[in-house]
């Protein structure tokens, strides 16, 4: 497969017969000037702004948290991963309606939803029916940016908009529509550099909405596909844990973690968890009936009290559950797996509160059953 070509973005192009006066066939378009010479990327860079102590780091301004500090960094590539209904497009439109309340514009490039969905989100979370008719684009491409004049229509949109954040959701199907494969590192790459990079350097917080994988187990950092789509990113990458659904009439939630933060502007606004992920906030979606919903971003609390591995008390109370017998420490740890520290800890908590009772077994060994299930929701 040939590589794709850069964008040609807005004004380096116009229509010879913008009113289609009498045309047949689609406006042709000519070059109105001659597009700038590119910088040489392989000469060496000017290094006296970093030299001079001039240079400013990247700051995270678009979107915000309830505190007030800001979720993306402008001219970066960001990606929000997470399960099916995990929260991902309302966290994205959230930050657009952040964006929108500020003065600024947004473009929403949808692979997956509809004008009226994406739309009916923003104004059920408050956004002014004025500034999404005249500081918002939406877009949904039904074939490749590459044909016909595609590239020029984004690119005008980006030229006549100058949007601080532009959300792109569906990754998969727009990849696919592309005729790129999921899993090729190489074709990941590919889409980055036909759609997202040309975008963050025209200056907006690029946002890619990406599924994770649907194994738990093998999750980690990464979202469905190449791993180039967490290592290729130069801002930030957030992964949406649900912790309570979301739907018309409920109260969603989902814990906000930091997979990645290539700037390192982020981390010191959230805490080190036990999963390598820092906690940066809870995302909490209380929708009163499908035209009002309230959004909130709340940043990270440090417990006073002890550490409650929750998730691994829920794997510790399964397999005391399903065990014939009483177990001991050791075979506790050998059903659940993972850390030995936290599988202990885990354990503690669980009969510190009653979910689980000791006894004596062969040789002084402490043996354990569940005495009643644990069914709370996990916030570590």
């Given at each position: 497969m040939a590589s794709p070509e850069p964008l040609m973005w807005g004004n380096q192009w116009e229509a010879e017969d913008p009113g289609h006066q009498g045309a047949a066939e689609p406006t042709r378009l000519t070059v109105a000037a001659a597009p700038p010479v590119p910088v040489p990327t392989?000469?060496?860079?000017?290094?006296?702004?970093?030299?001079?102590?001039?240079?400013?780091?990247?700051?995270?301004?678009?979107?915000?948290r309830d505190d007030g500090v800001g979720l993306f960094y402008p001219?970066?590539?960001?990606?929000?991963?997470?399960?099916?209904?995990?929260?991902?497009?309302?966290?994205?439109?959230?930050?657009?309606?952040?964006?929108?309340?500020a003065g600024n514009a947004v473009v929403f490039i949808d692979f997956e939803d509809d004008a009226p969905g994406v739309v009916g989100r923003l104004l059920a979370l408050g956004a002014d029916r004025a500034h999404i008719r005249d500081r918002f684009a939406y877009i949904r491409p039904e074939d490749?940016?590459?044909v016909g004049f595609n590239r020029h229509e984004v690119g005008q949109a980006l030229h006549d908009l100058r949007p601080t954040f532009v959300p792109v959701d569906g990754v998969t199907e727009g990849m696919a529509m592309h005729g790129m494969e999921l899993k090729d590192n190489t074709d990941v790459a590919k889409f980055g550099r036909l759609?997202?990079?040309?975008?963050?350097?025209?200056?907006?917080?690029?946002?890619?909405?990406?599924?994770?994988?649907?194994?738990?187990?093998?999750?980690?950092?990464?979202?469905?596909?190449?791993?180039?789509?967490?290592?290729?990113?130069?801002?930030?990458?957030?992964?949406?844990?649900?912790?309570?659904?979301?739907?018309?009439?409920?109260?969603?939630?989902?814990?906000?973690?930091?997979?990645?933060?290539r700037p390192g502007q982020l981390r010191r606004h959230?805490?080190?968890?036990?999963?390598?992920?820092?906690?940066?906030?809870?995302?909490?979606?209380?929708?009163?009936?499908?035209?009002?919903?309230?959004?909130?971003?709340?940043?990270?609390?440090?417990?006073?009290?002890?550490?409650?591995?929750?998730?691994?008390?829920?794997?510790?109370?399964?397999?005391?559950a399903a065990a014939p017998d009483a177990l001991s420490v050791r075979g506790v740890q050998d059903r659940v797996g993972g850390g030995k520290e936290i599988v202990r800890t885990a354990l503690a908590r669980l009969v510190d509160e009653g979910y689980a009772s000791v006894e004596s077994g062969?040789?002084?060994?402490?043996?354990h059953r569940l005495a009643k299930p644990f069914t709370e929701v996990g916030e570590e």
């Open positions: 392989w000469r060496p860079r000017n290094l006296d702004d970093v030299l001079n102590g001039t240079y400013q780091p990247p700051i995270p301004t678009v979107g915000r001219g970066r590539m960001h990606s929000i991963v997470g399960e099916s209904e995990g929260g991902k497009t309302w966290f994205a439109l959230m930050a657009v309606a952040a964006e929108l309340a490749p940016l590459n759609l997202l990079r040309p975008i963050a350097e025209m200056g907006p917080a690029v946002a890619t909405l990406d599924h994770v994988v649907k194994s738990s187990e093998n999750r980690g950092r990464y979202a469905i596909g190449g791993v180039h789509k967490l290592n290729g990113l130069n801002g930030a990458m957030y992964v949406l844990e649900n912790r309570k659904p979301f739907g018309v009439g409920l109260t969603g939630k989902s814990t906000v973690r930091i997979a990645k933060d959230a805490l080190p968890h036990s999963s390598g992920l820092h906690w940066f906030a809870d995302f909490a979606l209380k929708s009163h009936d499908e035209l009002f919903a309230e959004a909130f971003l709340y940043p990270p609390i440090e417990s006073e009290g002890p550490f409650r591995p929750t998730a691994v008390m829920h794997k510790v109370a399964a397999a005391l062969p040789r002084g060994a402490q043996m």
